[in-house]
């Protein structure tokens, strides 16, 4: 299912589209649905306070989505709200540096937001049900679009300097490993299992010195 059909109301949550004044609706809503699953588990809440953190009307709610389970998806809405405004101040389009000062930027937003949001992204993942899965991946291909995007734009200048046969794949490739790595080792703690124990800016260090060893050779 495409962004724009889940826009357009074709989706198992959502009744119809958000237009005008409903999108800012919305946006409060989705604030307030990942600000509550971060304080408590899902099954605690009820679309009766999301609402009145909101400012909207249980009503106004029941208009435009099917259920309860429509928090899940606005509260991974608005994480993904906020990686991308922090991702737009940290990585402009005329970000100025060499490929680990485009690494060390991306990576820092992507690390702290998930740290930020930790509580909220694992009851959504946890409580969807299975049928949402396909409007959990359009949101995060459009954001991984957006993202990935401007890096492959950033880095492409860099590309002579790539110690790989096929640049653009590499540039894929470190972009993939940096984001899996940053996402699952914050989120779902997998680092501990391989004995890597490293804080918040530890882990920023290593992912950047991985990625640039990566497609440079080079080692500081």
């Given at each position: 299912?495409?962004?724009?059909?889940?826009?357009?109301?074709?989706?198992?949550?959502?009744?119809?589209?958000?237009?005008?004044?409903?999108?800012?609706?919305?946006?409060?809503?989705?604030?307030?649905?990942?600000?509550?699953?971060?304080?408590?588990?899902?099954?605690?809440?009820?679309?009766?306070?999301?609402?009145?953190?909101a400012?909207?009307?249980?009503?106004?709610?029941?208009?435009?989505?099917?259920?309860?389970?429509?928090l899940?998806?606005?509260?991974?809405?608005?994480?993904?709200?906020?990686?991308?405004?922090?991702?737009?101040?940290?990585?402009?389009?005329?970000?100025?540096?060499?490929?680990?000062d485009?690494?060390?930027?991306?990576?820092?937003?992507?690390?702290?937001?998930?740290?930020?949001?930790?509580?909220?992204?694992?009851?959504?993942?946890?409580?969807?049900?299975?049928?949402d899965?396909?409007?959990?991946?359009?949101r995060?291909?459009?954001?991984?679009?957006?993202?990935?995007?401007?890096?492959?734009?950033?880095?492409?200048?860099?590309h002579?300097?790539?110690?790989?046969?096929?640049?653009?794949?590499?540039?894929?490739?470190?972009?993939?490993?940096?984001?899996?790595?940053?996402?699952?080792?914050?989120?779902?703690?997998?680092?501990?299992?391989?004995?890597?124990?490293?804080?918040?800016?530890?882990?920023?260090?290593?992912?950047?010195?991985?990625?640039?060893?990566?497609?440079?050779?080079?080692?500081?």
């Amino acid at each position: 299912m495409s962004r724009q059909e889940q826009d357009s109301g074709v989706s198992g949550w959502r009744k119809s589209p958000a237009q005008g004044r409903s999108k800012k609706a919305e946006r409060s809503l989705a604030k307030a649905a990942r600000e509550l699953l971060a304080e408590r588990p899902y099954a605690d809440i009820r679309v009766e306070e999301v609402a009145r953190r909101a400012g909207v009307s249980v009503g106004g709610f029941y208009g435009r989505f099917r259920g309860k389970s429509a928090l899940l998806h606005l509260a991974d809405m608005d994480f993904l709200y906020a990686c991308r405004e922090a991702f737009d101040r940290a990585v402009p389009e005329d970000l100025a540096g060499t490929p680990k000062d485009i690494f060390s930027a991306f990576v820092s937003v992507m690390v702290e937001q998930f740290a930020a949001h930790r509580q909220a992204i694992l009851q959504a993942w946890r409580h969807a049900e299975v049928g949402d899965a396909a409007g959990f991946r359009s949101r995060a291909s459009e954001f991984n679009e957006h993202v990935h995007g401007r890096l492959r734009r950033l880095l492409k200048p860099f590309h002579p300097e790539i110690r790989n046969p096929d640049p653009a794949t590499a540039v894929n490739m470190a972009i993939f490993l940096v984001s899996s790595a940053a996402r699952d080792a914050v989120i779902r703690g997998s680092l501990s299992p391989h004995l890597v124990d490293l804080d918040e800016c530890q882990l920023i260090e290593e992912l950047v010195r991985s990625a640039v060893r990566y497609l440079t050779g080079e080692v500081e």
